[in-house]
C-alpha cells in the first residue's frame, strides 16, 4: 500500500520536558492508524507536529516522498476545537474549503449531503451558537472532510459524542478509509479503536510504546486472562502454573496468563477445592492494555523483553 | 498573500453580516455628529436663554451701554425700568434669569454699581458685567473735566506686544503674512482635511480595536488550530490586519456620508469639497492610515495572548490605551504646536498619527524635515511591531482558554 504520511525519527521539547522522542511511524492510503496513549503521552504535540502547526527539534515529516505537507490535501479535525460563534454553518464550512481552496460549488454542494447524512438538514443557515456540542461536533467533522482530503487526521474524534453520534462517525470514517482516505486516529475509547483500526500506535511519556497491526498486537500482548468469582486464597492461585500476576479486588481474582498458555488444557490444572461463582477466559483487551501501559508501565518491560 | 485576502474577505464579510456591528457602524457616525452639531443648534435657538437686563437708569446712560453690549455679543437683552431698590426683591422672585442695574449718582462717585440677579442666571454674567465700566468710567472722566483726547489716552489701557524671533523670521519670509488667530486666515482650508484624516484615524483605530477582539475570539472559540491547518499564522494574521483595515475604510465611508453633506448643509457658505480635495490631504490621510498599521500590529498582538478580558494584566490595560496617548498632548500643542512637547509627541511612534495631524491642522508651514523623520520612525516601528507581533500571534493564539504571562510573551518574541 502507498504511504501517504511518513514520520521519521521525530522530537520535541518544551522548556526541560520532552514531549516526543523519536518518534516514527507511516499511515497508508486506505488504512486508519491509531494513535493511542494516555493523557500527556505526546499525541497532540506529535499532530500538530505532523500538520505544521508546531516544528519538530528533529526529525523529518513527509508526504508522499515530500517534504512539504500540501495542506489542502490534509483534513484536520483538533483536538481542541471550535467554531465562530455567531456565524452561519454555511458560511463557516465554505469558509474554511475556501481556505483549502476546494471549488466552492462543490463544496456547497458537499455540505448540504452531509448535513442532511449527520442529520442537519436545514440547519444550514442556523448559526453556530444555536447548535447543540454535539451538532457542533458534527459541524466540525463536515468542515474537516469537505474538501475530499487525502489524509486525513482526527483528533479525539469522539469525545463528548453520544453512542448514536459515534456510530455515524465511526461509519463515515470507515468509508472515507475504504474509498482511499489514509486515517490517523487518535483516542481514548479502547473499544472504537479496537474496531476501527488497521494498525495502531501506542506511546507513553513521549516514546514509543506499541507500533504494528491490530491483530498482531493483540496476538503479542492480548494474553489470556481468568477472571474466577468466589473466596480464593490469593497465594494459592498464584502458585498455579502459567499464571503471571494475580490481581484481586474482595472475591474477584484476575489470574493473568503467560503467553503460550493453552485456555482448554489450563483449566485442567485448577483445583477441585476452588471456590467459582463464575469463571470466564479471554483475551486482555486493548483497553486493558492502555491502562497497564498508563499506571504501571509494565508493557514497557515486556516489549523490551520480546525484542530483546 | 493570496490565503491572506481569503482571510480577509472573510473579516469583512463576517462582520458585516453581524447586526451588533452594523449597528455601531451607523450609530457611531450618528453619535458623533449628532453631539457635534446639536450643540450648535442650542446655541442658535436661544431666545430664552438670553438674559434680561433692567437698567434704572438715572444717568441716561442707557443707549451707551447698549451699543457696548452689542458690540461685545452679549447675550443681552436690555430694557429701562423704574423699579426702585426697595422693590427689586419681590420682582426678582418671580423671574428668571434677569439682573437689574442702578446706574445715579452716588454710582459714580464711589464707583460701585449695585446689581440685583435672580436665579438661574448665567454664570459667566457677572464678568460680562465688567465690559460695561468702560462706558460708565468714561462719564465718569467726563464730568471730572477732561478733554475728549485726553479721555483717549485714560481709557486705552496698556498691552504688550509679543513678537518672537521665528515670527520675525516668517515675517521676512512671507511678504505681510496677517495672523488671523490661531489657524490662519480661512480656518476652514485646513481643518476640513485634517478632519476627515482624523475621522480616518479615528474609524481604523476603532476597528484596531475589533481586531483585538478578533484575534482574543479565534482563540476563546478555539478555532485557530483548524484554521491553520490550512494556513500559516502569518498569513492569518495579515489577513486581520487587512481585513479590519478593509473595515475601518467601509466605516469611514459611511461616516463621511453622514459627514459631509450635514456639513455642507450646517457650514453652508463654506466650499467643503473644494477644501477637501486638496494634494495636503494624501499626506494627512496616509498618516492616518500608517497609525492604524502600528495600532493593527499591537492589538492583533495583544489579542492573540489574551482569551478572556475580565482577567486582563495591567500591562495589557495600558497596551489597550495606547491609542489615546495623544489626548495628553492637544493641550500642550494648541499653546505651541511647534513646542518641544509637540516635538517629543510628533517623533514618539503611538502618538505621532494623533499629534501630527493636529500640528499639521495648526500649523501655517509644514515642518517637512520633522514631518519625514517622524514618519520613517513610524514606517519602521510598524515592521518592527509586526514582526513581533508575528512572533507573539503564532504561539500565543493556539493557547487556549489562557491568557499568557508577561515572562511567556517575552519568551515568545526572543524565540
Not at chain 2, 485634517?194 to 472559540?221: C, P
Not at chain 2, 492569518?236 to 465611508?253: D, E, N, W
Request: glycine content about 6%.
Amino acid at each position: 500500500m502507498e504511504t501517504m504520511l511518513r514520520v521519521d525519527q521525530l522530537s520535541k521539547a518544551f522548556k526541560n520536558k520532552q514531549a516526543v522522542r523519536d518518534v516514527s511511524f507511516d499511515v497508508r492510503k486506505g488504512e486508519i492508524m491509531a494513535i493511542l496513549g494516555p493523557n500527556g503521552a505526546g499525541k497532540s504535540t506529535t499532530i500538530r507536529n505532523i500538520m505544521g502547526i508546531m516544528y519538530p527539534d528533529e526529525g523529518a515529516i513527509s508526504f508522499s516522498g515530500h517534504d512539504k505537507i500540501p495542506r489542502y490535501k490534509i483534513g484536520y479535525l483538533p483536538e481542541e476545537r471550535g467554531l465562530y460563534k455567531n456565524v452561519k454553518v454555511m458560511d463557516i464550512l465554505l469558509y474554511l474549503a475556501e481556505l483549502k481552496d476546494y471549488p466552492l460549488k462543490k463544496a456547497r454542494e458537499r455540505a448540504l449531503a452531509y448535513l442532511k447524512k449527520f442529520d442537519l438538514e436545514g440547519h444550514e443557515n442556523s448559526s453556530i451558537e444555536e447548535l447543540s456540542k454535539g451538532m457542533g461536533q458534527k459541524v466540525q467533522f463536515i468542515s474537516s472532510i469537505i474538501h475530499e482530503p487525502e489524509l486525513l487526521i482526527l483528533d479525539e474524534p469522539f469525545s463528548g459524542l453520544d453512542p448514536v453520534s459515534q456510530d455515524l462517525f465511526k461509519t463515515e470514517i470507515r468509508k472515507l478509509a475504504e474509498k482511499g482516505t489514509a486515517i490517523l486516529l487518535s483516542s481514548h475509547q479502547m473499544n472504537l479503536v479496537e474496531e476501527m483500526c488497521d494498525r495502531l500506535f501506542m506511546m507513553h511519556n513521549g516514546e514509543r510504546i506499541i507500533y504494528g497491526d491490530m491483530d498482531d498486537v493483540k496476538e503479542r500482548y492480548a494474553n489470556f486472562k481468568c477472571t474466577i468469582r468466589g473466596k480464593n486464597d490469593q497465594h494459592e492461585l498464584e502458585g498455579l502454573p502459567d499464571v503471571e500476576r494475580v490481581e484481586q479486588d474482595e472475591d474477584t481474582s484476575v489470574l493473568y496468563l503467560t503467553r503460550d498458555v493453552e485456555p482448554v488444557s489450563w483449566l485442567k490444572h485448577l483445583p477441585e477445592n476452588l471456590t467459582v461463582q463464575e469463571l470466564s477466559i479471554d483475551r486482555i483487551s486493548l483497553h486493558e492494555i492502555f491502562i497497564d501501559i498508563a499506571t504501571t508501565g509494565n508493557i514497557e518491560q515486556k516489549e523490551g523483553a520480546t525484542h530483546a | 498573500m493570496r490565503n491572506a485576502l481569503k482571510v480577509a474577505k472573510w473579516e469583512i464579510r463576517r462582520n458585516l453580516k453581524n447586526k451588533s456591528f452594523l449597528i455601531g457602524m451607523f450609530l457611531t457616525p450618528a453619535l458623533f455628529l449628532g453631539f457635534m452639531f446639536l450643540g450648535s443648534l442650542f446655541n442658535d435657538s436661544d431666545d430664552d436663554s438670553k438674559t434680561t437686563v433692567f437698567v434704572n437708569d438715572e444717568l441716561g446712560l442707557f443707549e451707551t451701554l447698549e451699543e457696548t453690549v452689542e458690540k461685545s455679543d452679549l447675550n443681552w437683552k436690555m430694557q429701562k425700568t423704574d423699579v426702585t431698590e426697595e422693590n427689586v426683591e419681590s420682582e426678582l422672585e418671580s423671574s428668571e434669569n434677569t439682573a437689574y442695574l442702578y446706574l445715579d449718582d452716588q454710582t459714580l462717585d464711589e464707583g460701585v454699581i449695585p446689581v440685583y440677579t435672580s436665579e438661574e442666571i448665567g454664570p459667566g454674567f457677572m464678568n460680562q458685567v465688567q465690559t460695561l465700566s468702560t462706558p460708565v468710567k468714561s462719564l465718569q472722566m467726563q464730568q471730572l473735566g477732561l478733554s475728549d483726547e485726553e479721555l483717549a489716552a485714560v481709557s486705552m489701557s496698556i498691552q504688550f506686544e509679543e513678537t518672537t524671533a521665528d515670527e520675525l523670521a516668517a515675517a521676512d519670509d512671507t511678504e505681510a503674512s496677517e495672523s488671523g488667530g490661531l489657524l490662519g486666515e480661512d480656518p476652514f482650508a485646513q481643518v476640513i482635511p485634517a478632519a476627515f484624516a482624523l475621522i480616518i484615524l479615528m474609524s481604523i483605530i476603532v476597528s484596531g480595536m475589533y481586531i483585538f477582539q478578533s484575534a482574543s475570539n479565534e482563540k476563546k472559540d478555539k478555532i485557530a488550530e483548524i484554521i491553520l491547518s490550512s494556513i500559516t499564522p502569518g498569513e492569518l494574521m495579515q489577513g486581520k490586519v487587512i481585513g479590519y483595515f478593509g473595515l475601518g475604510m467601509i466605516q469611514s465611508a459611511v461616516f463621511l456620508a453622514f459627514a459631509i453633506p450635514i456639513s455642507v448643509w450646517q457650514l453652508g457658505d463654506v466650499p467643503i469639497l473644494e477644501y477637501l480635495l486638496v494634494p495636503e490631504l494624501i499626506l494627512l490621510v496616509a498618516i492616518a492610515i500608517l497609525g492604524y498599521f502600528l495600532f493593527a500590529a499591537l492589538f492583533v498582538g495583544l489579542g492573540a495572548t489574551m482569551a478572556d478580558m475580565s482577567s486582563t494584566s495591567n500591562f495589557q490595560g495600558m497596551v489597550m490605551m495606547l491609542p489615546f496617548l495623544p489626548l495628553i498632548f492637544i493641550g500642550p500643542i494648541l499653546s505651541n504646536p511647534s513646542g518641544i512637547i509637540a516635538q517629543v509627541g510628533t517623533y514618539v511612534p503611538f502618538t505621532t498619527p494623533g499629534v501630527l495631524l493636529i500640528r499639521l491642522t495648526i500649523l501655517e508651514d509644514w515642518p517637512w524635515m520633522e514631518i519625514i523623520i517622524a514618519l520613517a520612525i513610524l514606517v519602521i516601528s510598524i515592521w518592527i511591531f509586526m514582526k513581533l507581533a508575528g512572533k507573539i500571534f503564532k504561539t500565543g493564539i493556539l493557547m487556549y482558554g489562557k491568557n499568557a504571562s508577561m515572562a511567556e510573551i517575552w519568551k515568545w518574541i526572543r524565540a
